[in-house]
C-alpha cells in the first residue's frame, strides 16, 4: 500500500476554484492507478474522478463532468483536482485513493471496492 496525504481544501463561494493535491510516498507512484472520492454530512461515499495508471483514460462523475480536472504528476508522486464552478453541493470531505491491480493499468476506475489505499481527505466547503 501507498500513503495517501491530501491538500488544498478549504472555503470558497460558489463560483470559484480549488485544486487538491494528494501526495502518495514511495517510489512507485506511476504504477497506480488513481482516484477521487467524497462523503457529505449525511450521505455515502460516491466517486467523482479517476485517472488510469498510464494516465490515458479519464472518468468523471456526472455531477461534476465538466467543471472537474484530473491529472497526475509522477516526477512529483502527486494527483491533483481542479475543481471549477464550484457549488454548494460540492461541499464535502474529498478523499483520494489508489490502487496497483491490473483493472487501473488502463481503465479508470470509478468503484470504491477497486481501490486499496485511501487518504485521510480534505474538506472542502462551499458557500451559497
Known amino acids: 500500500q501507498v500513503h495517501l496525504v491530501e491538500s488544498g481544501g478549504g472555503l470558497v463561494q460558489a463560483g470559484g476554484s480549488l485544486r487538491l493535491s494528494c501526495a502518495a510516498s514511495?517510489?512507485?507512484?506511476?504504477?497506480?492507478?488513481m482516484g477521487w472520492f467524497r462523503q457529505a454530512p449525511g450521505k455515502e461515499r460516491e466517486f467523482v474522478a479517476a485517472l488510469s495508471r498510464s494516465g490515458g483514460s479519464t472518468a468523471y462523475a456526472d455531477s461534476v463532468k465538466g467543471r472537474f480536472t484530473i491529472s497526475r504528476d509522477n516526477a512529483k508522486n502527486t494527483v491533483y483536482l481542479q475543481m471549477n464552478s464550484l457549488k454548494p453541493e460540492d461541499t464535502a470531505v474529498y478523499v483520494c485513493a489508489a490502487d496497483r491491480g491490473s483493472t487501473g493499468w488502463v481503465t479508470a476506475v470509478t468503484w470504491s471496492s477497486g481501490y486499496e489505499s485511501w487518504g485521510q481527505g480534505t474538506q472542502v466547503t462551499v458557500s451559497s
Open positions: 514511495g517510489r512507485t507512484f506511476s504504477t497506480y492507478a
